[in-house]
C-alpha cells in the first residue's frame, strides 16, 4: 500500500513562495506518475501539475510560469516550487499517484489512486 504524505504548507503573502513536497513510503517517483491537486473552500479538486517517471510534466494553465514540479532523487521526493504565490493559489493541496508507468501523466483525479492527507496553503496579505 502506497502512502503519500506531504508538508511545506503554510500562511504566505501575495507574491511570496512555498516548497510543497511529497514523500511516499516506496520509491513513487521512480516508478509512479505523481500529481498535485487543489481543493479551494466551495470549490472542486483540481489538478495543478503532475510529473512522470521520467521527468515529463504537465501544468494547469493557471500555475504555468509560477509552479515548478520536480524531483529530489537523493530524498525520493517530489517537490512542487510555488512562486508568486496569488490569494486564489489559497486551498489544501494533495499529491497523488497513478501507478502506470508508461505515457505522459494527466491531471485527471480519476487516474489517481493514491492520496496524501492534504497540506493547507493561504494565501493572504
Known amino acids: 500500500q502506497v502512502q503519500l504524505v506531504e508538508s511545506g504548507g503554510g500562511l504566505v503573502q501575495p507574491g511570496g513562495s512555498l516548497r510543497l513536497s511529497c514523500t511516499g513510503s516506496?520509491?513513487?517517483?521512480?516508478?509512479?506518475?505523481i500529481g498535485w491537486f487543489r481543493q479551494a473552500p466551495g470549490k472542486e479538486r483540481e489538478g495543478v501539475s503532475c510529473m512522470n517517471r521520467f521527468g515529463l510534466t504537465t501544468y494547469t494553465d493557471s500555475v504555468t510560469g509560477r509552479f515548478t514540479i520536480s524531483k529530489d532523487n537523493r530524498t525520493k521526493t517530489v517537490v512542487l516550487q510555488m512562486n508568486n504565490l496569488k490569494p486564489e493559489d489559497t486551498a489544501v493541496y494533495y499529491c497523488?499517484?497513478?501507478?502506470?508507468?508508461?505515457?505522459?501523466?494527466?491531471?485527471?483525479?480519476?487516474?489517481?489512486?493514491?492520496w496524501g492527507q492534504g497540506t493547507q496553503v493561504t494565501v493572504s496579505s
Open positions: 516506496e520509491f513513487i517517483s521512480d516508478y509512479y506518475k
Open positions: 497523488a499517484a497513478d501507478d502506470s508507468n508508461y505515457g505522459r501523466c494527466h491531471l485527471e483525479m480519476g487516474l489517481y489512486g493514491y
